[in-house]
Structure formats: C-alpha cells, structure tokens
C-alpha cells in the first residue's frame, strides 16, 4: 500500500508563492498534483513520469513547477505568481501511467488546502 502525505498548503495574497511537498513511501511510474476547488471536480495540475518527463495543466503553464527528489521520497509542487483563482485543496497521486483522468489514478494524499487572496 503507497502512502502519501502532502503539506505546505497555506493562505498567501495574489501574486504570491508556496511550496507543496507530498512525502511518499513508494513511486510510482507517474506522480502528479490535483486540485479541487469548492464545488468543482477534481482537475490535474501537473504530471512527472519516472523519466522526469512533466506536463502541465494550460492554467498554471509557466506559474508551477512539478519536482521530485528520489533520496527524501519526496514530490513537489513549487506555485509562483498564484492566482485567487489557484485556490483549492490540492492532491498528490500514484499511477501506473500519466494522464488527467482521476480514475487512473491508485494512490491519493489526504490533500493541503491552499487559498489565494486578492
């Protein structure tokens, strides 16, 4: 069973940064980051295949940066000029392969909330 374990969600105005890390005990061929906003599904943010081969959501293309560090089993999620809009609980996720679809997904975070003011 993968365990995964996200922190470093926060509050932080418009225009500001926040780092997400996601401690797991097993990776998978790809990991990624979700969020879900208030009454909205769950849409993917950024993908890392085990090749170091990343892909973003056209939203935050240019904004996040997907990262991992194989020797802490730890993947990150750096967020820069964030956006009211940017604000959501925020998953890390194990599958098999990369996709956007959710139910591709095995393995999930409990989530980090992150919330962007204007």
């Known amino acids: 069973q993968v365990q995964l374990v996200e922190s470093g969600g926060g509050s932080v105005q418009a225009g500001g940064s926040l780092r997400l890390s996601c401690v797991y005990t097993?990776?998978?061929?790809?990991m990624a980051w979700f969020r879900q906003a208030p009454e909205k599904g769950r849409e993917g943010v950024a993908t890392m295949n085990r090749g170091a081969i990343t892909n973003y959501a056209d939203s935050v293309k240019g904004r996040f940066t997907i990262s991992k560090d194989s020797a802490k089993n730890t993947l990150y999620l750096q967020m820069n000029s964030l956006k009211s809009e940017d604000t959501a609980m925020y998953y890390c996720a194990s599958a098999p392969f990369c996709s956007w679809r959710t139910y591709d997904y095995t393995f999930w975070g409990q989530g980090t909330q992150v919330t962007v003011s204007s």
């Open positions: 097993s990776s998978g061929y790809c």
